[in-house]
C-alpha cells in the first residue's frame, strides 16, 4: 500500500516551454502532497506544499509564478514548470501524506526533467 | 543555523558486517527523527521514524538510536549485503511541524 506515481519519469524540454509534472497517490487519499527538487550529491529540497482544494505554500525564494501547483483532487498534485530555463533541469520528486498520518510521507520515483 | 550533517564521504563495507551511519543535526530539537533509503534516479523510500522519547528502535536488519543530548542518530545495518548498497537519508520535522527537512545522505556501497 501507499504507492506514490509520477509521471512522466524522464522529460527534455526546450527553453520557453512548459512542462508539466503528475503525482498520483494511487492507493490512498493524500490531502497534502509535497514537491521537492534535487540536485546532484545535494539533499532534497522543499519547494512547495500541496493542500487539495487551496493554494499551495511555497517555501522561501520558490517563485510561485514559474512553478504552477495544483491539487485538484485527494489523489492529484501536478508541478507545472513555466518559461523553463536549463537551469531548472533538475529531480522533481513529489511525495504525499496520509490522511490523518502526523509524520510519514511516501514518496514517487522522481522526474528527470532536463531543459536545453 | 540549522544543520543536518551526514557523511558526505561514501562508506564502503564487506558484506555480512555492519554498517553504522551517522547523522548530526544542530540549533534543532525535533520531535522525531526519519530514515530514507534513496537508489540512484528514485525517490526516498521510507525505513523508520524514531521519536524524541525513544532511545533505540529496530526493524528487521535494521537498528536506529536516538540521542537528543548529542544531537545525533546512528542507524545500522546488521548483516548488510549488497543489496542495502544505497543513499541513507536522514530527516528532521522542523520544530513540531510535520514536514521534515532533510540530510544530503550518505552512500553506503557493501561489497561482495
Known amino acids: 500500500g501507499a504507492v506514490v506515481s509520477q509521471h512522466p519519469s524522464r522529460v527534455i524540454c526546450k527553453s520557453g516551454t512548459s512542462v508539466k509534472i503528475e503525482c498520483r497517490s494511487l492507493?490512498?487519499?493524500?490531502?497534502?502532497m509535497f514537491w521537492y527538487r534535487q540536485f546532484p550529491k545535494k539533499s532534497l529540497m522543499l519547494m512547495a506544499t500541496s493542500n487539495e482544494g487551496s493554494k499551495a505554500t511555497y517555501e522561501q525564494g520558490v517563485e510561485k509564478d514559474k512553478f504552477l501547483i495544483n491539487h485538484a483532487s485527494l489523489t492529484l498534485s501536478t508541478l507545472t514548470v513555466t518559461s523553463a530555463h536549463p537551469e531548472d533541469s533538475s529531480f522533481y520528486i513529489c511525495s504525499a501524506k496520509l490522511t490523518g498520518s502526523s509524520y510519514e510521507q511516501y514518496f514517487g520515483p522522481g522526474t528527470r526533467l532536463t531543459v536545453t | 543555523s540549522q544543520k543536518i550533517e551526514q557523511n558526505s564521504e561514501a562508506l564502503n563495507i564487506q558484506e555480512g558486517k555492519t554498517a553504522t551511519l551517522t547523522c548530526n543535526y544542530t540549533?534543532?530539537?525535533?520531535?522525531?527523527l526519519q530514515w530514507y533509503r534513496q537508489d540512484p534516479g528514485r525517490g526516498p523510500v521510507f525505513l523508520l521514524l524514531?521519536?524524541?522519547?525513544?532511545k533505540e528502535k529496530r526493524k528487521e536488519r535494521l537498528k536506529v538510536t536516538f540521542d537528543t543530548t548529542l544531537k545525533q542518530s546512528l542507524f545500522h545495518i546488521t548483516a548488510s549485503q549488497p543489496a542495502d548498497s544505497a543513499t541513507y537519508l536522514c530527516a528532521l520535522d522542523r520544530g513540531g511541524s510535520y514536514i521534515p527537512t532533510f540530510g544530503r545522505g550518505t552512500s553506503l556501497i557493501v561489497h561482495p
Open positions: 540549533n534543532y530539537s525535533p520531535a522525531y
Open positions: 492507493d490512498f487519499q493524500a490531502t497534502t
Open positions: 524514531i521519536r524524541e522519547n525513544e
